[in-house]
């Protein structure tokens, strides 16, 4: 893989190592967030995530209800939602609920610690009120941590940082890659893992999120690299998030079913 080319030495995943089943992590995890996560994967039979990139309401809500059977959990882009309101929120816990599935908004914080705290609570979302997680660039340092933090751990949240992406020439990379795991490990507490192409670290309470999966493997225009779920689960993904090859199929159900059982077969073969 390109990426794996660029990593320091300690972080090449030369094999997975990951024998450990999703239940038996669960007893690992220290963040209750991710302790959720394990044990609706186990419970579930799914490491399928979501990505509801819709922008309407009434068809987002309409996607959710559909797969939420399907998945561990669903990602959200809260701010592409033309007609956005409260409703919508609440509308989307109660699915949570109903499917037994957590909510992660894929918010992509960037900026210094007061800065993603006043993003993280205020404005029209008041993400930290609904997201049981969130993810977040290192690129500012470790204050962006520890500004998240200092509000989710109070609300039982949790965090993704993101040392690698799927984006051709993204500049996450080598030394950007390493320092973000050491900051993920440091701050554990709340951390629970990574958007990752491959598995980076050999700590099993630590979940790999794999974005960029396919299994037409089509791409699109704008530098988007697919893995097939089956190749992204063998070299350490812990969980597969699918976006456009569900929510652009004929029938996303179908499409949600398949990805669940192609996703849980490659991690059975893993264990
Ligand atoms: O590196 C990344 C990180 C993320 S979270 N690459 C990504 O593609 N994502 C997100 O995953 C992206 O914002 C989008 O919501 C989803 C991929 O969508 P798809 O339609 O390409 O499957």
Known sequence: MQQ???LAPSLKATNCAKSLTYGQRAQL??????KRLFETMERKRT???VSADVTEK???????DAVGPHVCAIKTHIDIVNDFDWDLIEQLQ?????HDFIIFEDRKFADIGNTVQLQYQQGIYRIAEWADMVNAHSVPGPGIIEGLRAVGLTKNRALILLPQMSSKDNLATGDY????VAWAQQYDDFVIGFIARQQLVEDQKFLHFTPGVQLALKGDA???QYLTPQVAIRDGSDCIIVGRGIYHAD???????????VGWESYLKRI
Do not use: D, F
Not at 94 to 98: M, N, P, S
């Open 177 to 180: 890659t390493q320092k973000t």
């Open 29 to 34: 995890a220290t963040n209750p967030v991710a």
């Open 58 to 64: 009434k068809a987002l809500l309409e996607l959710i």
């Open 222 to 224: 704008l530098g988007q």
């Open 94 to 98: 109660q699915l949570a609920r109903i």
């Open 47 to 49: 490491n399928l995530i």
């Open 4 to 6: 794996s080319e660029t």
């Open 251 to 261: 029938n996303y159900v179908a499409a949600a079913q398949e990805y669940q059982v």
